[in-house]
Every structure is written in structure tokens, then in C-alpha cells.
């Protein structure tokens, strides 16, 4: 079984500093994927980031970077530039390779407010 | 673009009431979800379905059936309604591809309550 857990509950940053949000796992697997997705105010959820356990290059998109380190099965994610429409929850998850269907695994969530 | 929709955004049924969520993709994905989503829990897997007529149950599957006759739409159904299913209920779909992954796609959510 895998687990995902997110130890902040909420987090907040000025609108264009640097957050980065926690994320750790567990998983026996070897080949395996990490997400970011991000749930604005009563909208749908939506990724933000992928990152393949077999890369070793950090995935970037625009402004959110990850940091994974796969020995210490940490996989943060960092906002540089903040901005209010940043402001929502995001969840980290997780899905092993293998499985036909190979369903999500979320964290508890971070929700993340962007001040003016 | 992927579309998934549901059924309704809000939901008011009674204690005991059968409840029927449905979800509707439009993009001939094999794979559809159910999530809860509950505060402090995140995300969490009910019931999920490789293709028409198949099923598997997820982490939470008590309380809970569903059906999927058709490739676009799947059901979630509350037998019998209670108090503890008050929750956030997501949908999600995604294409099957063998060699790589593909995300899910969301629902708007249904915001049900149980009284």
C-alpha cells in the first residue's frame, strides 16, 4: 500500500515571494509517478505538475518546480512568484506503474493563501 | 478539452434516501473514479472502473455501489443514505495507455449533504 502525507495543513505567502508546500510518501514500488494538483475556491481540481521516479531532473512548469528526493521519498513543490490566483488547495498523490486502472493515492492537502 | 460534469453541485437528501451521483466524460476515456473528499483526509478512493461494465472497489467502498453501462458515464449510488456520507464526492476519468501515464481529469465535485 502506498501513503502520501502533507504536514501543513495551511500555509500563506506574499504575493510574488517563494512558497514551497511539503510532501512525503511511502511506496515498495520502484517505478512509480508524483503529482501536484491544485483545487481552486469551488473549482475543479487540476494538475500542476508530474514527475516520473525514474528522472532524475526536477520537473519545472512555468513557475512551479519540484524537488524530489527519491532516497528520502520527499517530493516538495515550489511556487516562485506568487500570485493570488495561486491561492488554493493542493494535494500531493501518487500512483505506482503498474495496474491497469492505477488509481491516485492523495495527501491530506495544503491549502495555500496568497496575500495581497 | 476534457470535460467531465456531474449531475448536480449541491445536494440535500434524508437519512435513508437512495442517492444516485452520475458523472459524464466526453472524451471515450477507459478509466472513471470516485473519490470523498473530506477535510483533513484529502482525497480518497470509493470505487473505480477500467472500462464499461467493469468495477473494483477503492480504499472506502462500504455504503457505496455503482454502475457503468455505458463508456461515458459512470454512477455513484448510496443505497441508503447516512449521516457519515455527508462529504464531497469527485469524479475522474483518464485515457489507458500501457507504456505511459496519463492524469485525471476532474469533476466540479457534488457538495452532498445527509440530514
Known amino acids: 500500500a502506498q501513503t502520501v502525507t502533507q504536514s501543513q495543513p495551511e500555509m500563506s505567502v506574499q504575493e510574488a515571494e517563494t512558497v514551497t508546500l511539503s510532501c512525503t510518501y511511502d511506496?515498495?514500488?520502484?517505478?512509480?509517478?508524483l503529482f501536484w494538483y491544485k483545487q481552486p475556491p469551488s473549482r475543479q481540481m487540476i494538475l500542476v505538475i508530474r514527475q516520473e521516479a525514474y528522472k532524475q531532473q526536477n520537473a519545472t512548469e512555468n513557475r512551479f518546480s519540484v524537488n524530489f528526493q527519491k532516497a528520502a521519498k520527499s517530493f516538495s513543490l515550489k511556487i516562485s512568484d506568487s500570485q493570488l490566483g495561486d491561492t488554493a488547495m493542493y494535494f500531493c498523490a501518487l500512483t505506482i506503474s503498474s495496474g491497469s486502472a492505477r488509481q491516485l493515492t492523495f495527501g491530506s492537502g495544503t491549502q495555500l493563501t496568497v496575500l495581497p | 478539452d476534457v470535460k467531465v460534469t456531474q449531475s448536480s453541485r449541491y445536494l440535500v437528501k434524508r437519512t435513508g434516501e437512495k442517492v444516485f451521483l452520475e458523472c459524464v466524460q466526453d472524451?471515450?476515456?477507459?478509466?472513471m473514479f470516485w473519490y470523498r473528499q473530506d477535510p483533513g483526509l484529502g482525497l480518497r478512493l470509493i470505487y473505480f472502473?477500467?472500462?464499461?461494465?467493469?468495477?473494483e472497489k477503492g480504499d472506502i467502498p462500504e455504503g457505496y455501489s455503482v454502475s457503468r453501462e455505458k463508456k461515458e458515464r459512470f454512477s455513484l449510488i448510496l443505497e441508503s443514505a447516512s449521516t457519515n456520507q455527508t462529504s464531497m464526492y469527485l469524479c475522474?476519468?483518464?485515457?489507458?495507455?500501457?507504456?505511459?501515464?496519463?492524469?485525471?481529469?476532474f469533476g466540479p465535485g457534488t457538495r452532498l449533504t445527509v440530514l
Open positions: 472502473s477500467y472500462d464499461v461494465k467493469m468495477k
Open positions: 475522474a476519468s483518464r485515457i489507458f495507455r500501457d507504456s505511459t501515464y496519463n492524469e485525471q481529469f
Open positions: 472524451m471515450d476515456h477507459e478509466n
Open positions: 511506496t515498495s514500488e520502484n517505478n512509480y509517478y
